[in-house]
């Protein structure tokens, strides 16, 4: 069993940069993958980004590169999303998802993938 906690949420203004925070607790293989996935209301689930634990990889939506960047600290085990100049559209419940794993980011962007789920964050971007 894996637990998974996201962290570091808020509101904050058009332009802003946000960071938040995934936590790992529990038994964890040696080759995991972790997601970052948002949804706002009335809306799907969507891919943010991945991480590869092993192959120390990652993978980041079209729609938040260059915006948005995956740092970890593998002594804490932990995965951070660093969010910069933000929008209103990113406004949404941000999840982070664990897979035990690894496999092909194609496989990785799809939320079906992941094992555990923390329950999200939410992050508001005020116009």
């Known amino acids: 069993q894996v637990q998974v906690e996201e962290s570091g949420g808020g509101l904050v203004r058009t332009g802003d940069s946000l960071t938040l925070s995934c936590a790992l607790s529990?038994?964890?293989?040696?080759?995991?993958?972790l997601g970052w996935f948002r949804q706002a209301p009335g809306k799907d689930r969507q891919f943010v980004g991945a991480?590869?634990?092993?192959?120390?990889?990652?993978d980041v939506a079209d729609s938040v590169k260059g915006r948005f960047t995956i740092t970890i600290d593998s002594v804490e085990k932990k995965m951070y999303l660093r969010m910069s100049n933000l929008k209103p559209e990113d406004t949404a419940l941000y999840y982070c998802?664990?897979?035990?794993?690894?496999?092909?980011?194609?496989?990785?962007?799809?939320?079906?993938?992941?094992?555990?789920w923390g329950r999200g964050t939410q992050v508001t971007v005020s116009s």
């Open positions: 529990g038994r964890t293989s040696g080759n995991f993958a």
């Open positions: 998802a664990y897979r035990g794993l690894s496999d092909l980011f194609q496989v990785l962007r799809m939320s079906a993938s992941y094992d555990y």
């Open positions: 991480f590869k634990w092993l192959a120390q990889s990652t």
